[in-house]
């Protein structure tokens, strides 16, 4: 009896030293692909973008009451640089950390749409954008920029005016060869009806409009995309139910994989130009 107790301690023990042993790997061992991070902010977004040639770009950076999340991310994964920033649309959950992200990187080019709001969080945004003295890039349609063979094309907003905050997001197809991932912000269907009359909108990789409502995520606006992956950013036990039941079950009826941070945590994709791997 007694040796069977020791030889169970000493399994133990192996587990929990090659379990404390395993780290998150450098993303520097990424060379030469495109990383897409789907990062667990809670009920917010942030999503960087590393190029094959070691550019970083933030779309998004979470809540400020999700500040020691990113922070985390970031130190987990080394993370030391960040080149561009993109603030989808002036809502604390998508822009809350922005302004610690401005005043501790180098960030050379920030994009934005063009609309203001009165909060405390776009305050400190815009003050840090002056601070460091940076011009703001106008993110709307056909607005384009290229890293390393990586193509980031804005397809909304396509108007100067909506009732609703959420349509003034910024949305972005990202292209590496025949690879293509769809950002969606916090757009709705407003928006996405706008962007299937003016864009091919086909994708491999969805990162799902407002985390899941059923305010967003069409069935015309998915038939199009047809992605292969959808991300959903959302927070675990949210107060808003994100992701909302219709758009889960639109998802699963034209076979999407489903990827959640409340569920997954942080997600990470590896792209080549030709295939995906989903690392985790």
């Known amino acids: 009896m007694k040796k069977f107790i020791w030889f169970v301690l000493l399994i133990l023990s192996l587990f929990l030293i090659n379990a404390c042993s395993i780290q998150s790997p450098d993303i520097s061992t990424f060379n030469g692909k495109l990383v897409f991070f789907t990062v667990d902010v809670g009920q917010g977004d942030c999503l960087l973008i590393k190029t094959p040639g070691d550019n970083y770009v933030m779309i998004d950076s979470g809540s400020q009451n999700e500040e020691n999340k990113l922070k985390y991310f970031l130190n987990e994964y080394n993370i030391r640089r960040i080149d561009y920033v993109v603030a989808t649309h002036p809502h604390e959950d998508h822009i809350g950390n922005m302004d610690y992200i ?5 960030v050379k080019k920030v994009y934005m749409p063009k609309v203001t709001s009165n909060t405390k969080s776009f305050e400190n945004l815009m003050e840090a954008i002056e ?11 056909g607005v384009n920029f290229q890293l390393d063979g ?8 396509n108007r100067n005016y909506y009732e609703d905050l959420n349509n003034y997001s910024a949305v972005l197809m990202i292209s590496y060869d025949q690879n293509k991932i769809l ?33 967003s995520t069409g069935s015309r606006f998915l038939n199009k995309v047809n ?14 139910g994100h992701p909302h039941r219709e758009t889960l079950s639109l998802l699963k009826k034209n076979n999407i994989n489903i990827l959640r941070t409340d569920l997954d945590g942080t997600i990470i994709f ?11």
């Not at 590896?270 to 791997?277: A, F, R, T, V, Y």
């Open 227 to 240: 992605p292969s992956y959808a991300v959903i950013s959302c927070g675990k036990n949210n107060d808003y």
């Open 183 to 215: 950002l969606m912000g916090d757009a709705e269907k407003p928006s996405e009806d706008e962007i299937i009359k003016k864009f091919d909108v086909k994708a491999d990789i969805l990162k799902v409009g407002h985390h899941g409502s059923s305010s």
């Open 270 to 280: 590896l792209l080549d130009g030709q295939k995906i791997e989903l690392y985790r």
């Open 150 to 157: 990586v193509e980031f094309k804005f397809l909304a907003p």
């Open 102 to 106: 401005i005043k501790n990187f180098d």
């Open 131 to 141: 601070e460091r003295g940076l011009k703001i890039n106008t993110a709307k349609a």
